[in-house]
């Protein structure tokens, strides 16, 4: 199993360091899930109203996701890590870009930018990372579970507009590396185009 054999020596590997140390370095993944082969349109092909200025927050992630660690989430509710693997950047930073990204595409504001951007923003989005693990409940290949909640709202006055849930859960092809990344940016893929698909325009300014 991938996990055992990735996780199970962590601590032994955490053991030895120093210049003569022989663990291989950990490998670092970038998350890149697929774009949508058509970018989101208004009714009967119309281009999507643009509305103003949005500013996306760096996500809350719930306890153990919130770094580079590639989460793995065993029976009985034990989280651990794949050994000598991580992601490029910590999650909640990941997560923010691509978010931003995807938005960037739906033409649906006139910038979308971080919340150290140089722009004033009309509007802020709020999001919150409840899963991004590799999960383990039998024999075989993982579920990727990706799970994201969020909330568009006013920035002159912080009142909430529209929160939307996205979900998915992907099965990886193997239990090898490489097939669970595939999974990731697969499950991942799927949260971003029903984040992009579920976010109305808002109204007003």
């Given amino acids: 199993m991938l996990a055992g054999t990735l996780s199970g020596a962590a601590l032994v590997a955490a053991c030895f360091g120093g210049l003569n140390s022989k663990t291989p370095p950990a490998q670092r993944f970038v998350l890149q899930p697929p774009a949508p082969a058509i970018a989101p349109a208004g009714p009967a092909g119309a281009p999507v109203p643009s509305a103003g200025a949005l500013q996306v927050l760096r996500s809350a992630a719930a306890p153990g996701l919130g770094g580079e ?3 793995v989430l065993r029976p009985g509710a034990r989280l651990d890590f794949y050994n000598n ?5 910590d ?9 931003i990204d995807r938005l960037r595409d739906t033409g649906r504001f006139t910038t979308v930018e971080p919340e150290s951007g140089p722009f004033a923003a009309q509007y802020l989005l709020s999001l919150d990372l409840t899963h991004f693990e590799a999960r383990y409940d039998a024999d075989g290949p993982p579920t990727i579970e990706v799970a994201l909640f969020a909330s568009l709202g006013r920035r002159s006055d912080r009142s909430v507009l529209q929160s939307v849930s996205a979900h998915s859960a992907v099965r990886a092809q193997a239990d090898r590396l490489q097939a669970v990344i595939a999974a990731f940016e697969q499950a991942t893929a799927d949260v ?3 984040l992009t698909a579920s976010l109305a325009v808002p109204a007003g300014p």
Wanted: charged share 5%; proline share 5%.
């Fill in 69 to 71: 660690g590639i989460a």
């Fill in 85 to 89: 693997a991580r992601w490029a950047a």
């Fill in 91 to 99: 999650t909640p930073m990941a997560l923010q870009t691509l978010v």
């Fill in 192 to 194: 971003l185009a029903q």
